[in-house]
């Protein structure tokens, strides 16, 4: 139960978005506001030393707020910094990691470099989605969960999704409602390659003909590859269609190009990742005679090129 509401003035930000202010002796983490404004707050969680709060009246607002391009913010779950423009988005971060290093791992480095901006919007290539069949509602929903809770939120669309992605929400809601085991199918992992976009379908029951025959249609149409996986990470297989090209990204600057399996980590942010793989490698300027170590390389993001 929410506590009643008190005003405050937000001192800065933690990693989660959440404004950090102080009041009777705790901290209070409150949902929603940004450094420097002066808003009311009601907690939703106590603890001995601080409190976790949700932003209920915005007094005074700071130059940086920007209205969120989403309309399903504040209800999803998946973000927590759409009301904060883009590039200070970037700055909080890396403000963030520098207390951290110096906090944490008693560094502090000499110089930092410009950061490296991209999309704020339609940029995520990999995602996953949870699925929910409602029998009340008598309604598939396909989303992320709502904030702080298991819910799944109802969705129309995605904005930082990839565009295309994002525009299969609501024909996917509309597909798995249709199908024999809509209550047993829990999750969608999406994968966006350069050739092909794949979903991977969490399936907790077999599928029937007519199933089937309805994912085929789906694949079809709207051109992407379906995958089933019935068990753990090592269930996963392709589906329909069987002849599609396989998931890859590619870094033409070095002429590589790195096919990958669904589940497999690989940034979500591809363009970005071009953009940085590049600036490191210039400051890198590996010789003939030298040997680099890629100590967290997964596919080889760095280690290859």
Request: some cysteine.
């Amino acid at each position: 139960m929410e506590s009643p509401s008190q005003v405050v003035t937000i001192e800065s930000l933690d990693q989660e978005g959440r404004g950090i202010a102080h009041a009777d002796g705790k901290v209070i983490f409150i949902e929603g506001a940004l450094t420097g404004e002066v808003v009311s707050y009601a907690s939703y969680r106590k603890k001995p030393a601080f409190e976790l709060a949700q932003m209920t009246q915005l007094h005074q607002a700071a130059s940086i707020r920007v209205e969120p391009e989403c309309k399903h913010y504040g209800v999803c779950g998946g973000c927590s910094m759409q009301h904060l423009d883009v590039r200070v988005q970037v700055a909080v971060k890396q403000r963030i990691l520098e207390d951290s290093l110096a906090r944490i791992g008693k560094v502090k480095p000499e110089t930092i470099l410009p950061a490296i901006y991209g999309q704020g919007w339609g940029y995520r290539e990999r995602a996953r989605i949870s699925a929910k069949y409602v029998i009340k509602k008598e309604k598939m929903l396909v989303g992320f969960h709502e904030k702080r809770s298991s819910f799944v939120a109802d969705m129309q669309n995605c904005e930082i999704l990839a565009p295309k992605i994002a525009g299969l929400i609501k024909p996917l809601a509309d597909l798995l409602q249709g199908l024999s085991i809509r209550d047993k199918l829990p999750q969608i992992e999406v994968a966006v390659g350069e050739n092909v976009d794949v979903l991977v379908l969490r399936i907790m029951a077999a599928l029937s003909a007519s199933d089937e025959a309805a994912l085929r249609a789906f694949a079809d149409l709207h051109q992407v590859q379906f995958w089933l996986q019935t068990g753990g990470p090592d269930s996963v297989v392709p589906f329909y269609p069987l002849d599609a090209p396989a998931l890859s990204y590619s870094l033409p600057e070095f002429g590589i190009v790195m096919p990958f399996a669904p589940g497999e980590f690989t940034q979500v942010n591809g363009q970005l990742n071009r953009v940085m793989i590049s600036r490191a490698m210039r400051l890198l300027n590996p010789q003939p005679d030298e040997r680099i170590a890629d100590f967290f390389c997964g596919l080889g993001n760095f280690t290859l090129p």
